[in-house]
Structure formats: C-alpha cells, structure tokens
C-alpha cells in the first residue's frame, strides 16, 4: 500500500470518528435536556391514571410494596376506597406496564395501559375502552380466550394480538394477587 493511501485511509477514519463523536454528544446533549421532562410526563400521566381509577378518593397513600408499585385510596371517613397497582409484563413487542384498580372487596374497577409499544392498529388496541372495558368487574383469575363469547372471567384476545392480551392479563392477573396480599394484611389488622 502506498504512504499516499495509508494517509487517505487514516484521514478519513479520524474525519468518521470526529463526526460520530459530535453526533453521540449532541445526543447526549438532547438526552440530558429531554429525560427529565419526559420522567416527569410520564409521572404526571400515573398521577392522573391513579386519580380516574379512585376518583371517590380524599387522600391516596403509598403502599411501599417491596419490589412492587401500589396505592390505597381512602375516603373523607378514612375508609378505603380502593387499591391501584403498577405491574409489568411481556406484550408482542416488549414490556407493557398496566395499571389496574380495585374496589375494596376486591372487583377490578377499571384498568389503565400505562406503557406498550406494540403494532399499530394490532397490540395498540390495548389502549382501547373496548378492550380494557372488559376487565371491569372481574374477580378473579383471568384467562384470554381467542374465539366465541367469553364467559365470566375470560378477556376476547385482540384479533392478532393475542400475545400483548395474554400480556395485559397476566399484568392485571399479578395486580390482583398484590391486591389479595394487602388486603390480606389489612383484613389481619
């Protein structure tokens, strides 16, 4: 190789490494001014989610839950309105994270989608009140069911979805046994 293609060759990678170099500051640069606006967004849209799902509630309290996210919501009288769980679980295309209230005696009240990134016009219909409006009022252990008329306890997968519906069920399915171990204690107290 000749001395001139060496200097080319070397010339240009220093040229390619002072480029990436600017690019990965300037990302990091927007990174820095960026996450914690979207920390706080995304906490803003918790805080909203856990105020719809316990609306009648005066006070909401920390459950401080080791390894867990969780909520109680009491009434003027101090009595519990309701418990609010974070969970997360596997959807087709990564971690999704779902809210889920509960009543008192332990009814799911209403659930919110908090994370997925999914398929558009597929998984995203997670995000829809026909999908999530299923879970309201169930008791119990929940399964997804691909074809027919769900009976009690049973969510209608979302057609070609069914990986992020089995996703939201076990999220909401794992808030549910948080839900039976507080209430567990509180029923103890």
Same mark, same amino acid.
Not at 95 to 111: H, N, S, Y
Not at 166 to 182: Q, S
């Given at each position: ?6 200097? @080319?060759?070397?010339?240009?990678a220093l040229s390619l490494l002072l480029i990436c170099a600017v690019a990965a500051g300037l990302v ?6 960026? /996450? ?7 906490? %803003?849209?918790?805080?909203?989610? =856990? ?5 009648? @509630?005066?006070?909401? #309290? ?7 996210? *969780?909520?109680?919501?009491? *009434? ?5 309105? *309701? ?5 997360? /679980? ?18 799911? $009240?209403? =659930?919110? =989608?908090?994370?997925? %990134? ?6 995203? $219909?997670?995000?829809?009140? #026909?999908?999530? %409006? ?12 691909? !074809?027919?008329?769900?009976?009690? !306890?049973?969510?209608? @997968?979302?057609?070609? @979805?069914? =990986? ?8 909401? %399915? ?12 509180? /029923?103890?107290?």
């Amino acid at each position: 190789m000749k001395k001139k293609d060496v200097k @080319a060759i070397v010339g240009t990678a220093l040229s390619l490494l002072l480029i990436c170099a600017v690019a990965a500051g300037l990302v990091a640069l927007v990174n820095s001014v960026t /996450a914690p606006k979207i920390a706080e967004a995304d906490e %803003n849209a918790k805080t909203e989610s =856990i105020r719809d799902i316990l609306e009648d @509630a005066e006070t909401i #309290d920390d459950l401080a839950l080791e390894g867990a996210e *969780g909520y109680v919501g009491k *009434g003027a009288d101090g009595a519990t309105v *309701g418990y609010v769980f974070v969970t997360e /679980a596997s959807g087709y295309n990564g971690r999704l994270k779902v809210m889920t209230g509960f009543t008192p005696d332990g009814m799911v $009240k209403k =659930i919110s =989608i908090l994370t997925i %990134n999914d398929t558009p016009g597929l998984g995203m $219909k997670a995000k829809n009140d #026909d999908f999530k %409006n299923q879970f309201n009022d169930t008791d119990g252990e929940l399964t997804v069911v691909k !074809n027919g008329e769900p009976e009690q !306890n049973e969510i209608q @997968a979302i057609t070609s @979805a069914t =990986i992020t519906s089995k996703g939201v069920v076990k999220a909401v %399915n794992d808030a549910r046994a948080l839900f039976e171990k507080v209430a567990g204690k509180e /029923a103890d107290a």
